[in-house]
């Protein structure tokens, strides 16, 4: 299959490194015209997944385009070619710019998928594919569902170990981890799903990994709405049983304990004659906003649910039933709006009282908690309202939002679960419309989230100046390759240039032997080109310098930082955090440095770059990224 890549590109104002390379280009003298331009520079604009590419290995990874005057090596073309045989997908790369040169060269803008490596590569003459340095890539490769055996098709499946680990076999994701750009879990926390059966509606494998990386994508059929659909390793799941498939006129009805609002008294399949897969069980009124259900439907229904308790009442001895006819309008419109071809759940009542409102607590993965209150208020009837309209909104009258509250905090009390994640036994706006527009003697539900839950987030290194994230790398030392200033050219052998002649390294200063160095020594000691052999050395040394300034040490640093979930991460804690976490002082990697010292020229095998961690993000919670600003002392920067 071949995929149409010619891009429609927005012009950016913002042409990071080329618009000031290429400005500088138009200023050189002479000697600089070798150094090609910038024509254009736009942001991509074809779909994420078509600018998923892969490193040939025949183009290295620079910090611009690799034919600009200044540009550095970020990653070596040998670096590049390896990445072919990496089994992760943590290696994946995302294009995003695009830069036209004079010479009508192609450079991309790309970055690996866990941001190690960030920069411009070579993408050939023409924009119509990828080229050069890169190729296009399917991070992921959807299988036929037929892959799986029938059994597996038709099966329910839990979680086997539920949890918050990131490892592809506890949570959910939005994509199969790694397979899309900045797509990540669809839950961090699995727990609250224990017991949820789980259906799978698709299959494949991510690309780097091979087909033995199974992932399928799974779904609550009795909730649609559940926040844990999403992907998941085969090998995360256990298949509880194998089910017959819900025929396209057909609703399956979960009848749930009132004891515990997550487990199934019986279900029961009803059919209707005519009825079509997706439709919707009940009728919609466009005047009214509200559902309703025909006559014979409710009735056929009714004998259905009735049957289904009176076997269960006389096989455990119970007094359930259920009667349609008893459900207010909020109650009608949820079970309305149950589609053919797929489940609905029902939740039996114990009697409420006249002046009470039943508050059932709903768990972010769309299951009610065993848990609900009967607030009540003296003298009300039922069919009141609970509150009053206020404009768009809903509100209590008098003291009664202090006193539901209190006793809303009270019943969530041991269930893990509260009002908010600060745990501070405050209504929101929406649980308050929730529950001041219900009516005495009938039932509202409003939304809990998890509470003392802790998770973690990921410390980000940034530049204090600039804002831009700092590159974790293990490479030691400095590998990249820097522009040699003109008035050094001739005075550096050649075992200390690369095979243009043009550029260096620090594996390559490492060449210079001790005559090299005396040479050095004598072109600076010459009255008339002296003062510009000490300025081109400075140059290199900066050169080298601002090579290191946006790389740090990753190796063996802890980057993520534990919290109550939802909490607000204070600065002062995280700097004193990072202080005691080996994170306070990050270093470059080392690179050489051509010292004057007094009467000869030394190299300085251990210099680098040093940040100090300065300020954070702000406004930030657990859970999310969150970025470390960190300085660079003005005698670095010089």
Sequence with gaps: MRFDLKRSLFLSVAALGFIAAAGMANSQTASAKTYARVTSNSKMAMLPQDRNVTFTGNNALYTKAGTLRGARVVASKATLSSFSNVSSSTHNVRAYRIAT???GSIYYKVVTYDGSYRGWIYGGKTDSDFNGGVQQYRTFTNQAFSTLTTAQQNGTYKITTPGTANDGTQVTYKSPAYTNYKVGRAITDSSPYANTQFRIDAVGYRTKEGSSDQWVHIYDPANPNSQATGWIKMSGLTQTNATTPIADNQIQFNIMDPNNSNNTLVSFNWTKTGATRNSYLGNYNTTTHNWSLDSNDQASLQTAINNALSGYNSTHGTNYSYNISNLNQSQLNNLAVAQFGGSVKLYLNSAIADNAVRVYFRMPNGNNLSTYYDWTKSGANRGNLVGYQNGSNWSFYGSDQSDIQGKLATA????????NYNNNNTLNQDQINAIASGHYGSSVTISVVPVNQTVSSTIRPAGFDNRKLLTATTENPLSDVVPIPDDLKADLPAAAKDASGNNTSSALLAKLVPGDLTNLQQK?????????????????????????????????????YSGVQGATISQPTLLNYAANNNLGTLKSPTFKQLNIGTGNVVTNDDSHVEFTANSTDTNVTFGNPVNIYYKISDAQKN
Excluded: C, F, H, W
């Design 101 to 103: 040169t004079n010479r």
């Design 412 to 419: 969530l009390a041991g269930t893990g679960y509260g009002l």
């Design 524 to 560: 600076l000691n010459d009255q008339t080109n002296g003062p510009k052999v000490q300025t081109a050395i400075k140059a290199l040394n900066k050169e080298l310098s601002d090579a290191a300034s946006d790389k740090y040490i990753s190796t063996g640093l802890n980057m993520s």
